[in-house]
């Protein structure tokens, strides 16, 4: 099984509807994020949280807002969807820790992603 | 700003040797990572550098000055597997965020 779980994979949506997007993991990882990929412009941040308690604005949390229900559970919610969130969303985890070579080693693991479509 | 800067394709002969660059301007530095992205999948880590020098993983090699604010990744011996995007991304603070550049897309040829 995989350790970085999304759900739905795929989404087509209206303007206007709610959607909510689902991330899991088995990785035992305290940190969680969201991105977003636009082609020509990478990977974005969205939210990002450290732990159950802790949740972040990223470079890009207009229209989005998200909630850490446990550990392992990190979801996005877009309240009112609007063409231009058409995009690729990912999620990653990372857990915190300190590099062997003196840097802070934050690995991001990602899951599979989600396609979104809003018309 | 963040300034993260990596050319848009390259194209490459199977067995042949790709180096791809990666040009940064931050606020803080903290460590650089390599990505790779084939089409509509996951990012995958590749590579991790936070002190000069090279990093070698078999095939793949990442090197990093932070002075010049400049890291490669060297792919040998490629293999039409290796046709994908490659994404750089620098942490720029203790907290470990990830700035990505918009990646380069590698095209594997015959």
């Known amino acids: 099984d995989a350790d970085v779980t999304q759900t739905p994979r795929n989404r087509i949506t209206k303007t206007g509807k709610r959607i909510m997007l689902e991330c899991s993991q088995t990785?035992?990882?305290?940190?969680m994020y969201w991105y977003r990929q636009d082609p020509g412009l990478g990977l974005r941040l969205i939210y990002y949280s450290f732990d159950v308690k802790d949740i972040n604005k990223g470079e890009i949390s207009d229209g989005y807002s998200v909630s850490r229900q446990a550990q392992a559970k990190f979801s996005l919610s877009l309240e009112s969807a609007i063409p231009n969130q058409t995009a690729l969303y990912f999620c990653?985890?990372?857990?915190?820790?300190?590099?062997?070579?003196?840097?802070?080693?934050?690995?991001?693991?990602f899951g599979p992603g989600t396609r979104l479509t809003v018309l | 700003g963040q300034n993260i800067d990596q050319p848009t394709e390259m194209t490459a002969t199977e067995g042949a040797i790709v180096q791809i660059n990666c040009t940064y301007q931050?606020?803080?530095?903290?460590?650089l990572f390599w990505y790779q992205q084939h089409a509509g999948e996951a990012p995958t880590f590749l590579s991790y550098n936070v002190l000069d020098g090279l990093e070698e993983k078999g095939r793949f090699s990442s090197f990093l000055s932070r002075s010049k604010g400049y890291s490669y990744l060297l792919l040998k011996e490629l293999q039409m597997k290796d046709s994908a995007s490659y994404l750089c991304a620098v942490t720029t603070d203790s907290w470990g965020k990830l700035q990505f550049g918009a990646g380069t897309q590698v095209v594997v040829t015959p």
């Open positions: 931050t606020s803080g530095f903290n460590g």
């Open positions: 990653a985890t990372s857990q915190t820790g300190q590099g062997a070579r003196g840097g802070i080693t934050d690995t991001q693991y």
């Open positions: 990785k035992g990882h305290d940190r």
